[in-house]
């Protein structure tokens, strides 16, 4: 799906704001038929934000169900033209009406999605946007969750584990709830990002795909674009950062060449652009969109990463996207944030760690020339999960939107099927092997990984991958506060991958809680000085390791998770605060990586 732009011919209204917001405690809005007149007696929430931590009432941060947002819009005058409404993400299912009719429904919370709204429009009067949201996490949905609710107090041997057998549901409320979920981060909720209006003709570009390669100093741009409505001829451009053309096409297929290319480097980012123009019978220019791209090509050979054929070795973070009070709201400011502390601190790329982030991020990173592993929301897989055909076909349906999203990227490198699943189990064979088939159909050229916390000779689909993404705490869940054990461990662990896979590895997650301003010495478990010193002995691993490819530390910041005894108000692990101020690990990370070129002399 294209990102939603201006351009010649395009317009766009975007709708953020203070929308109305009404939670269904109830869960009967649609009975009621909320979406048929406006909101009786509405609370207010701003768009994009999550809106747990907006609200002060602890039933509506941690209510399981709907909630309503409602806003009104103009349009004026544009009766010949499609109008669509577009959303960057509703999380985790959206129905939408606009004037009460109902225009889209979406399941994922982690992708954009839109819809024609023309029949419904009243145009040159006011119209209403109503928009449900659903937070509910079930065994359909990725990531997959579990409602648990206490039916009645006899004891039942069948009857649902609370928290995996921490909770007595006999002698909990009848009625009592939890939204179980198998992953450590908030489950958060709203609007995520942003809603547009766009206003584009009936002939439009509905899809371009841009392939490059280099072949003797020659960058080889590779484009196919898909057009709807009975158009009359295109006009495509190739133009330079400065918008200078360097050559054209008139076809909707074509191979164009560039000589002497800047390429898009790591850290060292060249964009181009390909300038659609599509013109209708009388010549007219109907639909007008510029795709920017990078020349660069990917490639593994002999146990390394190689963009622009020159071995690359990851130095970055496993990241979230979250915040103080908009949680996992769309915030440019935190974003401008987050890349000025990745360049501070020397690193070169990241992984969307647990969820496709927004487009607007990794416009971001194309620009700044971050690599990026851009993960599936599939997090939390555990061994039911592998025999389900709803979620199987969720997962290809989720992997299929992803890659049409960012396929034209050229920070996206890699593929992330899905984080820590259970695949130690002989069932999740089958189901990634049908991922990674899928995936490897819609993107031949990048890499896949799934990213692995389990025993090397347990893990059973580490054939169907390109890339080994490992994640271990040695010296905080295994062996706690012992330090003296870890760099033992950690060699042993990888170099069994290596031996039985012989892939290049990359270190996903590693890392230690640290509350900022928690001191001791010796190092102590929570302190800054621990962190630190657990950080270290993992680089003195893979400094002697050839076969590892990259480390990314868990994690670049303190997140937010469910309340949990083992978390202290958010998951701690992160190289900086939640509010972006570095700890003791950030300067180390920074002398490291700075001076860290690349582990690969090329
Ligand atoms: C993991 C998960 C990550 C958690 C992390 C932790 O293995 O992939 O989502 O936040 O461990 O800190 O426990």
Redesign the pocket.
Known sequence: MLYPKESLTRELKNLSGMWNFKVDFDNNGIEKKWHETPLIDPDFMPVPASYNDITTNPEIRDHIGAVWYETFFYVNDRENKDVLIRFGSVTHKAKVWVNGNKVAENKGGYLPFEAVINKHLKWNERNRLTVQVDNILDSTILPPGEILEVKNNQPDKNAPKFYHGLIDPSILPIGHKIQDYF???FNYSGIHRPVYLIVRDRIYLEDITIKTDIDNNVGIVNYTIEIKGNYKSVKITLLDKNNKEICSSSEIADTLKVNNPNLWQPLNAYLYSIDVKIFGDDNNLADHYAQPFGIRTIKIKDGKFLINDKPFYFKGF?KHEDMDIKGKGLDDAINARDFQLLKWIGANSFRT??YPYSEEILNLADKLGFVVIDESPA?GLKSDAFDSKPLLNHHLDIMEKLIKRDKNHPSVVMWSLA??PYDYEESAVDYFAEVAKHTRELDPERPITI?S?SKPHLCKIADLIDIICV???FS??TTPGRLDVLEHQLEHVLTKWHELYDKPIIM??Y?A?AIAGFHSTPPAMFTEEYQKELLNHHHNVFDKLDFVIGEHP??FAD?A?RQNC?RVFG?R?GAFTRQRQPKYAAHLLRKRWLHLENKFKS
């Open positions: 992953h450590d981060f496993g760690s647990h997090v984080n820590e990213v916390c994640n271990y705490y905080w869940y996903a997650e890392g809680g868990w994690n997140f998770t083992i998951n692990k």
